[in-house]
């Protein structure tokens, strides 16, 4: 059991380059979501997803794109990277819920440092 | 809408020592809140949470928090620090009700642990 894993690593990019970072989960989590973390401005949202096949904006979606084509993986795209995006990208997973009733916790992968120049 | 603003950006404490690490939160709506540990190069480990129940909750490693809705607090505490505690810690909060777990986090508190 993996729980959430994150390729690549490290990437470094040039202005206007193009890439994917691919999430993979194998707990049949329904909810994932794309976090980018800076210094001093904690994690914020990128997009999330309560199931496969759909995606919805978090806090700071602009410059990116993501799918859920399957379950188990959430692809985050950046079509033309801007040194902005220079940031460490970390992807998290959970059980659906979130209602009054109950909470369920979010597990979060190692993440992807991305250096845009 | 939520927020979360934690009260300094870097604590020192010496080995031993009390550790407060402070978390103010606002919210529309009931909360559930929650710590996070990073160590370096890593990702983020859930620490503890709140979500109903008893207001001081304990979680790994030695620490606890306590909620306080009169002051929307949830400041986090260790009696005696070890030299492994130094890493960052994010306070965060969800939404009671909002579909999707989203959460929302503080900007981050680096502890550092001295000798």
């Given at each position: 059991?993996?729980?959430?894993?994150?390729?690549?690593?490290?990437?470094?990019?040039?202005?206007?380059?193009?890439?994917?970072?691919?999430?993979?989960?194998?707990?049949?989590?329904?909810?994932?979501?794309?976090y980018r973390q800076d210094p001093g401005m904690g994690l914020r949202l990128i997009h999330y997803s309560v199931g496969e096949g759909t995606t919805a904006k978090g806090e700071v979606p602009d410059g990116y794109n993501v799918s859920r084509l399957k379950k188990q993986n959430?692809?985050?795209?950046?079509?033309?990277?801007?040194?902005?995006?220079?940031?460490?990208?970390?992807?998290?997973?959970?059980?659906?819920?979130?209602?009054?009733?109950s909470y369920n916790e979010q597990f979060f992968g190692p993440g992807t440092r991305l250096t845009v120049l | 809408?939520?927020?979360?603003?934690?009260?300094?950006?870097?604590?020192?404490?010496?080995?031993?020592?009390?550790?407060?690490?402070?978390?103010?939160?606002?919210?529309?709506?009931?909360?559930?809140?929650?710590?996070?540990?990073?160590?370096?190069?890593?990702?983020?480990?859930?620490?503890?949470?709140?979500?109903?129940?008893?207001?001081?909750?304990?979680?790994?490693n030695g620490f606890e928090a306590e909620f306080k809705k009169s002051e929307t607090s949830f400041h986090l505490t260790k009696p005696s620090a070890h030299m492994s505690d130094a890493a960052e810690y994010f306070c965060a909060v969800s939404a009671k009700g909002h579909a999707g777990n989203m959460l929302t986090f503080g900007g981050g508190t680096r502890l550092m642990v001295k000798p």
């Amino acid at each position: 059991n993996a729980g959430v894993t994150q390729t690549p690593k490290f990437r470094v990019l040039k202005t206007g380059q193009s890439m994917t970072l691919l999430c993979a989960q194998d707990m049949n989590h329904e909810y994932m979501y794309w976090y980018r973390q800076d210094p001093g401005m904690g994690l914020r949202l990128i997009h999330y997803s309560v199931g496969e096949g759909t995606t919805a904006k978090g806090e700071v979606p602009d410059g990116y794109n993501v799918s859920r084509l399957k379950k188990q993986n959430f692809l985050l795209g950046l079509e033309s990277a801007a040194p902005s995006q220079t940031s460490v990208y970390f992807c998290a997973s959970s059980l659906a819920g979130g209602l009054m009733s109950s909470y369920n916790e979010q597990f979060f992968g190692p993440g992807t440092r991305l250096t845009v120049l | 809408a939520q927020s979360v603003t934690q009260l300094g950006s870097h604590v020192s404490v010496s080995e031993g020592a009390l550790v407060l690490l402070r978390c103010n939160y606002s919210s529309s709506v009931p909360p559930y809140l929650f710590w996070y540990v990073q160590y370096p190069n890593q990702g983020l480990q859930l620490l503890l949470k709140y979500t109903t129940g008893a207001t001081l909750v304990k979680g790994i490693n030695g620490f606890e928090a306590e909620f306080k809705k009169s002051e929307t607090s949830f400041h986090l505490t260790k009696p005696s620090a070890h030299m492994s505690d130094a890493a960052e810690y994010f306070c965060a909060v969800s939404a009671k009700g909002h579909a999707g777990n989203m959460l929302t986090f503080g900007g981050g508190t680096r502890l550092m642990v001295k000798p």
